[in-house]
């Protein structure tokens, strides 16, 4: 057994308090030994604190990380028009290698602002899954199911194609969804049978739902009932689904929602971008939902930053309630990370014996960070990605002051960067 000690520093507890004190961490099993002040330099190797605080690892609960290689290629639209017109022509010339490209620049970001797990949502899975562990980073992955628009067969390899992937490429950083993409983009015949495929494989269901009002008109005037309604009677809205946005939801959707354990994956930063509204985000807290947080593609972000998102989610949660107490700090710290794994299915978010080693350490020595009368307000006001000094998944170290370990970031950024230019060039011509 190798061990590393995190020494020196602060440690945010699961019941949001803060203490001095040390972690242990197991890198054989990639599992916490211990939470202890006395632990000192007990480990095999060291990972400097002094003056920082250690966190659980943020998990981006949805996202498509590959689009990062779309990042201010379409700016300012509304999503339907922002869809049609540039995201979905832009992604009929995807290759494999530029969503390699796109994943990886994606992921050298979420290793950089410590987040160490995500779900995402995209196309060609395999590179996306082989750079997940390349990168060392934990993910739940889907191909993106669509159906609306294509003919039969293309319509049915693409439902083929999102079932081999949920049943063929699990391994020990990876996991799998069936993610059809939307209730209105996917036929219902396809929602419930890829539902039922779901509970034979054992994996959960992600999908976008009630996103714009776009997306919940159709629904209720040609099937005269709200989406989350639409979307249980399809087979989906288990205890080990969840779906994305859940904008415009109603209180008996709410409650819906709480009594079936479906968790919701708020995204504020894409909601405001794409102006599809302000999700009642403090109802659900209030209704008992598990609510977690994303940032959705870079192209409607335009960041991977989580500690941005937790930001966002806060103000915004106060406008839609109308409300300065609501969506308070602790709620958004709590949503990025115990919420996030819960919804995502993955057994971190939390610095205790026996829970993953899946950590950040944050620098408090800045001016923004400074006096520290309550570090978890901190978290969700004025912590940013660029605070963290070390990143750590599953006990290994994937950035160290600064420097990614896993990720050749020069390499990255200038493949992702002709790949990205190349693309446009395609699409343009």
């Given at each position: ?10 440690v ?5 308090s ?70 979905w ?35 060609h899975v395999?590179?996306v ?8 980073l ?12 294509k ?11 999102g ?62 009932v ?38 919701v ?16 985000v ?15 593609g ?66 408090l020595?800045?001016?923004?960070l ?51 230019n ?8």
């Amino acid at each position: 057994m190798t061990t590393l000690g995190i020494t020196n520093g602060f440690v945010l507890h699961p019941d949001l308090s803060v203490s001095e004190s040390d972690v242990l961490v197991d890198q054989s099993s990639g599992e916490i030994i211990d939470v202890d002040p006395e632990i000192g330099m007990s480990g095999d190797r060291q990972l400097d604190a002094t003056d920082s605080l250690v966190i659980p690892g943020l998990v981006n609960a949805h996202s498509h990380v590959a689009m990062a290689l779309l990042r201010g290629y379409a700016d300012d639209k509304p999503l339907g028009a922002w869809l049609r017109e540039d995201i979905w022509p832009a992604e009929a010339e995807l290759t494999v290698e530029d969503v390699r490209a796109g994943a990886r620049l994606g992921m050298a970001e979420m290793i950089r602002s410590g987040t160490t797990g995500f779900a995402d949502m995209y196309f060609h899975v395999p590179a996306v899954s082989e750079a997940v562990e390349a990168a060392g980073l934990r993910a739940r992955l889907g191909h993106g199911i669509v159906t609306v628009g294509k003919t039969e067969a293309e319509a049915e390899a693409d439902v083929e194609e999102g079932l081999r992937i949920a049943r063929e490429i699990e391994s020990e950083r990876v996991s799998t969804a069936v993610t059809p993409h939307s209730l209105t983009t996917v036929s219902e015949p396809v929602l419930s049978r890829v539902a039922e495929r779901a509970r034979e494989m054992g994996v959960p269901v992600h999908c976008h739902v009630s996103e714009t009002t776009a997306e919940v008109d159709p629904i209720v005037e040609e099937r005269g009932v709200r989406p989350v309604d639409y979307a249980h009677s399809c087979g989906l809205l288990t205890a080990d689904d969840f779906i994305a946005h859940a904008v415009h939801i109603d209180s008996e959707e709410i409650e819906q929602l709480a009594e079936t354990g479906t968790g919701v994956v708020h995204c504020p930063a894409s909601n405001m971008k794409l102006a599809s509204g302000m999700a009642p985000v403090q109802a659900m807290l209030d209704a008992g939902v598990t609510v977690g947080i994303g940032t959705d593609g870079a192209a409607s972000n335009n960041d991977l930053d989580m500690f941005d998102e937790m930001r966002d989610a806060a103000m915004l949660g106060k406008l839609a309630a109308d409300d300065a107490s609501a969506v308070a700090a602790p709620d958004v710290v709590r949503m990025a990370t115990q919420g996030s794994a819960d919804c995502v299915g993955f057994d971190s978010g939390r610095i205790e014996p026996g829970a993953p080693a899946d950590l950040a350490v944050l620098s408090l020595d800045t001016p923004h960070l400074t006096p520290a009368h309550d570090l978890v307000s901190h978290l969700a006001y004025a912590a940013t990605g660029s605070d963290v000094r070390h990143t750590v998944c599953d006990g290994q170290i994937l950035m160290h002051e600064r420097e990614l370990l896993t990720i050749d970031e020069t390499t990255v950024c200038e493949e992702a960067t002709k790949r990205a230019n190349d693309l446009v060039a395609r699409v343009d011509a």
